[in-house]
């Protein structure tokens, strides 16, 4: 089994099998498109890296999260993403375009690499979410012939669902919105 293939989520990971298999979903997208786009084998690992590890904390308790993004203003459904970066930040992981997809891979970034639009855009197009099944499953299909094109759909989708379903629109993806127009 190459190193790419496997799904093997870090020691202090605390995710349920719901979320392994989420994640396991996210990384099989981000191989898909990898492969499509015949990325080298560097940039291919780098993004399999942020799917495995994106949801790394997912199911942490938030005093677990908040020992490692002490931030008081960040709610705690934003924690898991820089948590987790934290952690592999102190295991020595380097690949700075890694550890900033997934410290924003929830909120956007308007400071993404291609491997953090990748992340974001496969976290919320993996096949696993019930909404907007059809339409997603398009996107998904054309992220490699249309990468930033199928990005900035996905930014706008994922901020019509923020509004219609009433939730906090982030300053982050504001930004990143408005870099896009």
Do not use: C
């Amino acid at each position: 089994m190459s190193e790419r293939s496997t799904l093997a989520l870090p020691a202090w990971a605390v995710v349920s099998d719901r979320r392994r298999q989420h994640i396991a979903r996210v990384t099989a997208l981000l191989d898909q498109w990898a492969d499509a786009m015949h990325l080298d084998d560097d940039e291919q690992r780098l993004w399999h890296d942020a799917g495995r590890w994106h949801d790394a904390l997912r199911d942490a308790d938030e005093a677990t999260l908040r020992t490692l993004v002490p931030d008081a203003s960040m709610p705690a459904p934003m924690l898991h993403g820089p948590a987790a970066a934290t952690r592999l930040r102190a295991e020595g992981e380097r690949r700075e375009p890694l550890l900033h997809a997934i410290a924003h891979h929830t909120t956007g970034s308007a400071d993404f690499a291609r491997a953090g639009k990748a992340l974001y855009m496969a976290d919320f197009l993996e096949p696993g979410r019930s909404f907007a099944a059809a339409d997603r499953a398009f996107l998904a299909r054309h992220v490699a012939d249309d990468f930033d094109g199928v990005f900035r759909q996905v930014v706008r989708s994922r901020i019509e669902w923020t509004l219609r379903e009433g939730r906090t629109l982030y300053p982050e993806t504001v930004t990143l919105w408005n870099q896009l127009r």
